[in-house]
């Protein structure tokens, strides 16, 4: 963790920054236990059948979450050893023909310091987990349904608190590595002294730091795509069955396909960042990474879009014998495209003429590579919406729903353009107050702001109903 300087660490921040993640599990799942609306008021009722309390407990969970508190236990254990590193302040040397700055670094504090705060974190939240589920078991059932969905909605509610807690567990194990990998990094840039040794320390240092950072990236994935796929049961009894339209069809392709997609382009950038070229801090800068990061943001965009036109070209494939049928499109609202471009306009700006002055030590890429890769995103998005404007959609749907599905599709495409290009300037010329989440905000932009659901049948159906 960061230092400024060699003034102990603040047991009260510490102790509040420790305690938060247990303290806000333990009152979202106890609150949600009491926030049921009026006419659901839990009712004590009898049964003469036997119910075990612990029966509700998803076991194979709870074994998961066990080992996953074990495993980031031991995590944090390994590094106890990371000695403290005093923070290098800003240095100026100055001489008759030149000057040179030094900026200033951040140092690291002793493990003695950290490790505990960890350990009470990982104690608050096995602690939260089983006060939850303590009040989850012993909660009133809910009158109305039966025994069977009342033991269903209890393991629900347990299965989304350990994968909860889980995930948690993970990301702070995953931070205890980083912490120890940054102590290698520092290792490999202090040890230089002019002879092979000193290079080879170097180099080993940088490489188990680098061994380290990834671990961590990997394990702390590995767990929140596992808990993120660890559904709950499903199977109430005496739930009525959904009415499946096209038009529901349709939205649920929509959802699969965005999940899909947007995966596989984030797990994409996550197996190339490591090969990207490292910059030498010995050398003069040469902008060859920052280069490069560029072109992974507009082939990560690239990608997506590919993936995205693949899907409809396999719908025009399968979907053959309707491709006689009219097709109904119409272009975006104005407002969406207004927006991009001025973003695209204002990035694009600084990603030519860069604020040397604040990025220092920077070498800015080539013009014409940033011009030609801002272009090529600008005519993958036309192209995806001159082709998802003309394919053929296999749901019998309305002329609105089907207007409503290309239009989202388009949407879509123009925010994967603009937040790559975002990301182009707030990630790839690595600003020091980083902006990153700015490029994921723009991937995420809801379609509802832009784009009017239409309304299904049923809906349609009611409300000529109740005007009538």
Not at 141 to 151: A, D, Q, T, V, Y
Request: hydrophobic share 50%; with cysteine.
């Amino acid at each position: 963790m960061p230092i400024s300087d060699q003034s102990n660490l603040d047991v009260a921040m510490g102790i509040a920054s420790a305690t938060t993640p247990g303290l806000w599990v333990a009152f979202i799942y106890v609150a949600s236990q009491y926030t049921w609306p009026r006419r659901l008021k839990p009712l004590r009722t009898a049964t003469l059948a036997p119910r075990s309390l612990t029966s509700p407990i998803p076991k194979k969970l709870v074994a998961a979450t066990l080992v996953v508190l074990i495993l980031a236990c031991v995590t944090v254990y390994s590094v106890r050893d990371v000695a403290a590193i005093a923070p290098v302040p800003e240095t100026e040397i100055s001489a008759d023909d030149y000057s040179y700055s030094n900026p200033s670094q951040d140092g690291l504090r002793a493990a003695g310091e950290i490790l505990p705060y960890l350990y009470v974190s990982f104690g608050i939240l096995a602690l939260a987990a089983i006060v939850a589920s303590f009040v989850i078991l012993r909660r009133r059932p809910l009158p109305g349904i039966s025994e069977h969905n009342n033991r269903l909605l209890r393991t629900t509610w347990l299965n989304r608190l350990y994968r909860t807690v889980a995930v948690s567990l993970a990301v702070q194990a995953g931070e205890a590595l980083h912490y120890k990998a940054r102590w290698f990094h520092n290792e490999s840039t202090r040890f230089i002294d002019g002879s092979g040794a000193g290079i080879e320390y170097m180099d080993s240092m940088y490489k188990i730091g680098n061994d380290l950072d990834w671990t961590a990236n990997y394990a702390v994935l590995g767990v929140s795509v596992l808990m993120l796929f660890w559904r709950p049961p499903t199977n109430f009894e005496n739930l009525p069955r959904a009415k499946r339209t096209g038009f529901s069809r349709l939205r649920d392709q929509l959802f699969s396909l965005q999940y899909a997609t947007a995966l596989l382009m984030f797990v994409a950038i996550f197996i190339a960042w490591p090969i990207l070229p490292v910059s030498d801090d010995y050398k003069l800068p040469t902008g060859e990474r920052e280069t490069w990061m560029l072109v992974l943001f507009t082939g990560a965009a690239v990608f997506y879009l590919a993936l995205n036109a693949l899907y409809l070209g396999y719908a025009n494939v399968v979907s053959r014998q309707i491709s006689a049928a009219p097709k109904h499109s119409a272009r975006l609202p104005m407002s969406p495209y207004i927006c991009a471009g001025l973003l695209i306009v204002a990035c694009l700006y600084f990603l030519l003429f860069p604020p040397l002055d604040y990025l220092w030590g920077f070498v800015a890429p080539s013009k014409v590579v940033v011009i030609a890769l801002v272009v090529l995103l600008v005519l993958a998005h036309l192209g995806f919406a001159w082709f998802a404007r003309r394919s053929i959609i296999p749901w019998n749907v309305t002329a609105a729903e089907e207007i409503w599905y290309r239009r989202v599709l388009e949407l879509r495409s123009l925010r994967a353009v603009t937040s790559a290009v975002a990301a182009m300037l707030v990630v790839g010329y690595e600003f020091p107050v980083r902006l990153d989440l700015l490029a994921i905000m723009i991937f995420c932009i809801p379609a509802v702001i832009f784009l009017e659901r239409p309304m299904d049948s049923e809906a349609r159906s009611l409300q000529r109903s109740t005007s009538a």
